[in-house]
């Protein structure tokens, strides 16, 4: 699990209904059991930095000392500095239980030369976990220096401080414990790191439901990538849009709008000559490519394989109309762009153009379907009842036919890829208008464009998408059109916007 995994699912099981204090409150609790473990009875220093980490030592201090412990807690941080709110929370409690009738001592340490040489059977190293950056700064680097001084037992919290919870690399120093009890899953970091700075590793199960990490929610957006403010025009994703035909303009164009609202920066539509007259009307923010003829033909190939190359991310589909000649001229682009690993979006007509055995084993695939288009995509004879987790493992095997990601769409969207599943329950009735489906893939190839991978796409764009369908539908109802959505995109991606 990387960190920003961890995070996400920590605050999706808030979205859930979990209160962080929850978390927290099992957190410490575990901590102080694994403490238990060691030695019945003594002296613990726990040592507690700025954030939610230094909460958990703040949590365990208490159940320790209700467990019988002498309690000695090092304040690293001063309240003023402390900004996890649970942490505060929990630290006003310790705060609350002085003056202690005996053992238990809260210790400000306002400046590095104030750590004293510990004297205790147990430390707790509740300093830095998921949420260290860089180079650790004073106290905290002198604390760890006197921690791995200390003739100790030294349990970890969540991650040994100082170590880089993603790649478990030691910039600088880090604690090197005896025991590291991480929460809720294996950090990839602590897997790869030197058993001398984790020491034994157990991983311990604080209440976030696995429902926390199959239904998408506000956590997921911390995915997005974060825009470099350095970039330069371009950087930030450009999107090839194929699609449009003599009867289709529309769709192409939401497809194209919806991009540029998630954030890539440059989107071309290539499509037939009479659709791109009336895209060049509906909006001076997409580039228009137009391409001889009435439907997307053979003669075509080339100037779509010139555009897809200088191109991110590439969606096909569309409004593009069902012509066999554009079949056979999206099956030649398709072999193409597999060769070079381009991400691609394959929705609507394409996917009835084109079969899953033509993409079987195209990795940076993203296919759109709906139930129909599912069941000829993969050619399934009947439909696929039961219960939901029947249905899922009966999706599961049947996209497991493609190595690409299978998003598809549903009152719960299911996002499918070679075993992992999420779901979606964003959205709303009022979503079925023309139009919708082309949001959704306008915004899962602008994200690819963007550099998240297929499987994050198109898990968030179903999210963002479906978030953006319901705050519409608070404005319009059901008389919501599809491009009413593309304002409330941007909205739809901000955390603060789910009360979070
Ligand atoms: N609901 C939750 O969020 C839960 C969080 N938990 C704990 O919270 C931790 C994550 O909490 P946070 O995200 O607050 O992060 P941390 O507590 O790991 O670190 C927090 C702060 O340390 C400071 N910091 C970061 N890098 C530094 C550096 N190089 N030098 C000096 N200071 C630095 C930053 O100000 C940062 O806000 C987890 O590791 C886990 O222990 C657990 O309580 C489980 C529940
Ligand atoms: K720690």
Redesign the pocket.
Same mark, same amino acid.
């Given at each position: 699990m990387k960190p920003v995994d $961890?995070?996400a699912a920590? $605050?999706n099981?808030?979205y859930l209904g979990i209160p962080?204090?929850s978390? $927290?409150e099992?957190?410490?609790r575990v901590i102080a059991e694994e403490v238990r473990g060691v030695t019945s009875r003594g002296r613990v220093a726990v040592f507690c930095?700025?954030?939610?980490?230094?909460?958990?030592g703040f949590?365990a201090a208490r159940h320790l000392l209700n467990m019988g412990f002498d309690v000695d807690v090092y304040l690293l941080?001063h309240p003023s500095?402390i900004?996890?709110g649970?942490?505060l929370q929990n630290l006003r409690v310790l705060e609350a239980m002085q003056p202690h009738p005996g053992g238990f001592n809260i210790i400000m340490i306002n400046d590095s030369s104030e750590i004293p040489e510990v004297d205790a059977d147990v430390i707790v190293d509740?300093?830095?976990?998921?949420?260290?950056?860089?180079?650790?700064?004073?106290p905290?680097?002198s604390a760890i220096k006197v921690i791995n001084r200390a003739d100790s037992f030294r349990v970890s919290?969540?991650?040994p401080?100082?170590l880089n919870?993603a790649d478990g690399t030691v910039e600088d120093v880090a604690v090197s414990a005896d025991l590291t009890v991480t929460?809720?899953r294996m950090k990839d970091g602590l897997r790869e790191a030197d058993p001398a700075v984790t020491g034994e590793v157990v991983v311990a199960d604080?209440g976030?439901p696995g429902a926390a990490e199959v239904f998408l929610g506000p956590g997921d957006l911390l995915r997005l990538p974060s825009r470099d403010p350095g970039s330069h025009k371009g950087e930030n994703g450009r999107v090839l849009v194929v699609g449009g035909s003599r009867y289709y303009s529309g769709a192409p164009a939401l497809a194209g709008l919806s991009a540029l609202r998630i954030g890539a920066d440059l989107v071309t539509v290539a499509c037939p000559t009479r659709a791109a007259a009336a895209l060049r009307s509906t909006s001076p923010d997409l580039i228009v490519r137009e391409l001889e003829g009435d439907h997307i033909s053979l003669g075509a190939v080339d100037e779509i394989m010139e555009l897809a190359e200088a191109s991110d991310s590439v969606l096909m589909g569309c409004g593009a109309g069902t012509d066999p000649e554009t079949g056979e001229a999206f099956l030649k682009i398709i072999g193409k762009l597999e060769g070079t690993g381009k991400p691609l979006v394959l929705d609507a007509d394409a996917l009835k153009l084109v079969h899953a055995s033509d993409v079987a084993g195209y990795r940076e695939l993203v296919v759109t379907p709906h139930m129909g288009e599912f069941r000829k995509f993969f050619s399934l004879k009947s439909e696929i009842y039961g219960d939901m987790n029947e249905r899922i493992t009966a999706f599961q095997s049947v996209s497991s036919r493609i190595r690409g990601t299978v998003l598809l769409k549903g009152r719960t969207d299911i996002i499918l890829q070679e075993g992992r599943v999420r779901l979606n329950r964003t959205g709303c009735p009022a979503m079925t208008v023309g139009g919708t489906g082309d949001c959704l893939a306008g915004v899962t190839v602008g994200l690819m464009a963007m550099g998240l991978s297929p499987f994050d796409s198109a898990a968030l764009a179903s999210f963002i998408n479906g978030s953006a369908g319901e705050i519409a539908a608070d404005r319009y109802g059901d008389g919501l059109k599809a491009s009413d959505i593309l304002e409330f995109i941007p909205r739809a991606m901000k955390i603060e916007s789910y009360g979070l």
């Open positions: $961890m995070n920590d $605050m099981a808030e962080g204090l978390l $927290m099992n957190a410490g930095g700025p954030g939610g980490n230094g909460g958990d949590v941080a500095r900004r996890s649970d942490a509740a300093i830095l976990g998921t949420g260290v950056h860089g180079r650790i700064r004073e905290y680097r919290v969540d991650v401080s100082g919870p929460f809720h604080i976030i």
